[in-house]
């Protein structure tokens, strides 16, 4: 945790896109419950709050200082801070990590920001209403509906934890934080990575009048500069320029050697003065499909990835600290696993900064599991063109990140194919297109498991929890003959000639989740049975962790067997609350053989056998 001077998770925030000056707000600000979404008529904009919270946790959560799980339909914060001084002749711009859900940010009573989506960051420009050296009342009110139509993840629509859905978060869970910037100063940019042409290919998109601009751009290794260039910033609203990295400094990214670059840009005026600097870092890799397989560099790598969901126990949401991301990263891959599905949130970016400067290969996805507008799940998330609006904030967010290897933005879709078309399979399209429109360069899952509802999908799977070896081993055969596994084929509740996915088309395919194992030592111990409520896992509990090992390899061992198969992603990293199905215990400690985890995950797979042919 941070020495007591320090506000709670004082890390920079932005870690692939840095400007030396900013002020980290997290800390104790005013609080208030509003449990009849009254606040604003009662004047609470321009109120002292009552309580105090400890941002950027929730008030759910025990680290936030209020630990009420109750519903949270509305609630206030209310903060003062004194902008600095040695600000001046420059812009105040207020950020917000993530606020869940529906956000609306007052400065000095003036509104300056609203925001839909509890997963994305947004801003306010301050321009006058505050300005260096005065003071800035910041005051924030957050609407959270728990049954209803926006995207929540795996946050619960009951009192109570139950199955695998958990304690929900309200309002502000990331970092809050400000930061001056010039009249014409750089958005984030989009650093696309040529590993075939030897280059970098960036654009830059600019805030404010371009007129007389240029950026410049360096591009460096740990030998020193590797490559300069320059474009005149008036010619395009998002100029592009290349960085070409000579045969000798070429140093691809990859899990055995995750090399990154920096790369530093400058926005100058006229005159040649300076007026905006900002530091980036960058992977030089490829992912590419061929048939079957999805190539890294140019080689099929199998992908051994686990299902991480990125909850604590006592911050829910979000980590209690910087440290807790990376202990997670090097959690998994302690037990055999190369990457990560990063399940039902938007993770913090920190977490991708980790992940790229580990070798971490990860699947980023969105926070709307059982999407449905048919009987199957009435009011399961119905999916909105707000979905596509919060997908294509994550996509401009998360883009320059080498560790990120390819997007799903569904998952679990449940709705039966029908001769007409459904809002699901209008969604459905419109994030796919969206996705492939905001990034050529990385395969796109149009829903994992289940609804497979758009015929050029780039990549198909199946999610199947049958516990026997031999019987998955079924299940999963037909690959090779382009037969595989389609759900609902192995689920109980459904008839087997349930459709709900258009067929499979040749496409890279893996079992993106399977295992799930239920283990808890002391629960088995004591004959506690299994309760979706108290303790739960897929299939019968094993009679003990000899046999919980033989199921687990026996398991990873159908799919690393298969040529066909790129990959799979095993449930679950950790427990979630009820849900006991880890490798790990929910508060990181051990509760297995770590070491033979791993063991039945080294073999070399079938699929990267054939990597010289």
């Known amino acids: 945790m941070p020495a007591p001077s320090q506000p709670p998770r004082p890390e920079y925030p932005r870690p692939s896109f840095v400007r030396q000056d900013w002020l980290n707000l997290n800390g104790t600000w005013e609080f208030a419950r509003d449990p009849g979404d009254s606040g604003l008529e009662r004047g609470l904009v321009g109120e002292p ?3 105090r919270i400890t941002v950027p946790f929730c008030p759910e959560s025990e680290l936030s200082g209020i630990g009420d799980t109750d519903f949270q339909h509305a609630v206030w914060y209310r903060r003062t801070v004194r902008i600095p001084a040695e600000w001046a002749g420059r812009r105040t711009i207020l950020h917000f990590g993530a606020v869940d859900h529906d956000a609306t940010v007052w400065v000095n009573g003036t509104e300056v920001a609203r925001h839909s989506g509890g997963f994305t960051p947004f801003s306010a420009d301050l321009g006058e209403v505050a300005r260096p050296g005065e003071e800035a009342v910041i005051v924030v009110r957050a609407r959270d509906s728990a049954r209803g139509p926006q995207a929540r993840g795996k946050q619960s629509d009951r009192y109570a934890n139950y199955s695998c859905l958990y304690t929900r978060t309200t309002g502000i869970w990331q970092t809050v934080w400000l930061e001056p910037v010039a009249a014409t100063h750089l958005r984030r940019p989009r650093i696309t990575p040529d590993l075939a042409g030897g280059c970098f290919h960036l654009e830059l998109p600019l805030s404010g009048n371009r007129a007389g601009h240029r950026i410049r751009a360096r591009l460096l290794d740990t030998h020193g500069t590797v490559a300069e260039a320059s474009v005149e910033a008036h010619l395009d609203l998002a100029p592009r320029l290349v960085l070409p990295v000579p045969e ?9 050697d995750p090399h990154l670059y920096e790369v530093e840009l400058e926005v100058l005026d006229r005159s040649g003065t300076v007026v905006d600097r900002a530091v980036c870092t960058a992977g030089l890799r490829s992912v590419a499909i061929d048939g079957k397989r999805i190539l890294i560099n140019g080689k099929p790598v199998f992908q051994r990835l686990v299902l991480d969901q990125g909850w604590y126990p006592d911050g829910l949401m979000t980590a209690p600290d910087d440290a807790s991301l990376v202990r997670d990263i090097e959690l998994s891959i302690a037990a055999g696993f190369n990457g990560a599905r990063l399940h039902q949130k938007v993770f913090e970016e920190r977490f991708l900064h980790h992940a790229d400067r ?12 059982g999407a449905s507008t048919g009987p199957v799940g009435e ?25 990120i290897i390819g997007w799903c933005p569904l998952n679990e879709t449940r709705q039966l194919l029908g001769d007409r078309a459904t809002v699901l399979d209008e969604v459905t399209q419109a994030l796919f297109r969206a996705t492939k429109a905001a990034d050529a360069t990385r395969p796109v899952i149009d829903a994992s498991g289940y609804a497979h509802r758009v015929r050029e999908t780039d990549v198909y799977d199946s999610h199947c929890y049958e516990q026997d070896p031999e019987a998955f081993r079924e299940l999963m055969a037909g690959l090779d003959k382009d037969q595989p596994m389609i759900n609902p084929q192995d689920m109980e509740d459904w008839p087997e000639d349930t459709v709900w996915s258009l067929p499979y088309a040749g496409q890279p395919y893996f079992c993106s989740e399977f295992g799930g194992i239920w283990w808890n030592p002391e629960a088995a111990a004591e004959g506690r049975g299994y309760d979706r409520n108290v303790s739960w896992g897929y299939g019968q509990r094993p009679r003990d962790e000899e046999e919980f090992h033989e199921r687990f390899a026996g398991l990873t061992g159908v799919l690393l067997d298969d040529p066909n198969m790129f990959g799979y992603c095993y449930t679950q990293l950790t427990d979630v609350f009820q849900e006991e199905n880890g490798i790990y215990r929910f508060d990181r400690s051990l509760k297995l053989d770590v070491a033979r985890v791993r063991a039945a995950q080294q073999r070399t797979a079938a699929y990267e056998r054939g990597a010289d042919s």
Do not use: I, K, M
């Open 49 to 51: 709050l009552p309580e």
């Open 248 to 256: 000798d400094r070429r140093r691809p990214w990859s899990p055995e």
């Open 358 to 369: 580990l070798g971490y290969l990860v699947w980023g996805e969105f926070a709307d599991w």
């Open 379 to 403: 009011d399961n998330q119905q999916p909105t063109a707000g979905y596509v609006a919060q997908w294509a904030e994550a996509l401009e967010r998360d883009y320059s990140h080498p560790s």
